[in-house]
C-alpha cells in the first residue's frame, strides 16, 4: 500500500530510503552523537538508534539553538540522516534542516509521525511523501 502526503519543501531536493520514526520531540544539544549519527538522549524512544543515511521523521525540534550545529555536525562527519520529516517546523528544525543541506519537508497534511512506521520505504521529491507500508 502507497499513502502520498503532500506538504511544503524546506530543503528542495528527492530522496528514498528507510524512515526512522521517533514520536518525540529530538533535542540536538546533548540529544545526538553527531560523529556517530545516534540519539544519545537517555530518556528518549530512540536512545542509542543510529540515523544516519535514514528519512528522520520527528514532531519537532528541542532544545536551544545549539540544535542546528549538532546536526550541521553530521553532515560534516558523514553521519546525517538523508532526508527530513518535520511535524511542525520551528526556528531551530528549519535551520537545522538548511545547514545540515539534506532534503526536508513540513506542513503535511496528515501528522507524518502517526502514518509512516519506522522501516517504511519513504520518498521526498517535490513537496510529496510518498510512503510505502512495509
Known sequence: MTIVLHGRMVVPGSVAG???VSHEPISGWG???PARGVIIEPR???YGVCFAGKILVFPSAKGSSGWSGFFQTTRLSGT???GLVIGRLSAKSALGAVVTRVPAI???DADPCAVIA???WVVLANSTVEVTKQ
Do not use: F, K, N, V
Open 18 to 20: 528507510e524512515a526512522l
Open 31 to 33: 540529544g545526538i552523537d
Open 44 to 46: 528518549h524512544e530512540l
Open 80 to 82: 546525517a540522516p538523508s
Open 106 to 108: 513540513t506542513d503535511l
Open 118 to 120: 519506522t522501516g517504511d
